[in-house]
């Protein structure tokens, strides 16, 4: 918990308006170029919100097509892309009891691959420290408050990078 707690005080922020659903999937695009095996995504925000397009986004970035059927894995809780590195794409919204320990998603976050988990508020405790969490809040019909906090050295610069690229 104390470590936990440090992370925190240590994450980097950067705040992003987005304007419409084009502009939050650029944004995951510009992340997803930038990530490597091992790192792990955290979205959290309201149904609607965009963290579906937002992976899309990531995906993208991994070099996954378009079209290759990037959406929430409702009844499997994890869907896997093949891209630069494997996306293992998890959606905890619908996840009840044991569930989790049956996935083994302990394996995913350690695995080759990327993880992308929506809803991870529900596993907060759990995530690893080193992480980006992403916190997507609908303004309006088009307008979303997009909250990146980068924890650790794999994600300090690249939120400052974010930071420096300014609105996207
Ligand atoms: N600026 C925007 N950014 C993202 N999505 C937007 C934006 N403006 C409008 N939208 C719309 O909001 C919806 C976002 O849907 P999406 O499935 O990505 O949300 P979600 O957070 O994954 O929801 P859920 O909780 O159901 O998984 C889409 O229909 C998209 O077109
Ligand atoms: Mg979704």
Same mark, same amino acid.
Request: charged share 30%; aromatic share 6%.
């Given at each position: ?51 579906? *397009?937002?992976?899309? $986004? ?5 070099? &996954? /097509?378009? %079209?290759? =059927?990037? #959406? ?63 916190? *997507?809040?609908?303004? $309006? ?5 997009? &909250? /990146?906090? %980068?924890? =650790?050295? #794999? ?14």
């Amino acid at each position: 918990m104390e470590r936990v707690a440090a992370a925190k005080r240590n994450g980097k922020k950067v705040t992003v308006i987005s304007t419409s659903p084009a502009e939050t999937q650029r944004l995951g695009i510009w992340v997803g170029r930038r990530l490597k095996p091992g790192d792990v995504i955290s979205l959290t925000g309201d149904m609607g919100a965009g963290k579906t *397009l937002f992976t899309r $986004g990531i995906a993208e970035g991994l070099g &996954v /097509l378009r %079209g290759q =059927g990037v #959406r929430s894995p409702t009844f499997t809780l994890v869907h896997e892309y093949k891209g630069r590195h494997p996306i293992y794409h998890i959606d905890l919204y619908r996840l009840r009891g044991k569930e989790l320990e049956e996935l083994g998603w302990e394996e995913y976050l350690c695995g080759e691959g990327v993880t992308v988990i929506e809803a991870a508020e529900k596993i907060a405790q759990r995530l690893p420290e080193e992480r980006l969490d992403v916190l *997507l809040e609908r303004e $309006g019909a088009q307008r979303r408050r997009l &909250v /990146l906090v %980068g924890y =650790g050295r #794999r994600f300090h610069p690249l939120v400052k990078a974010l930071a420096m690229r300014g609105r996207c």
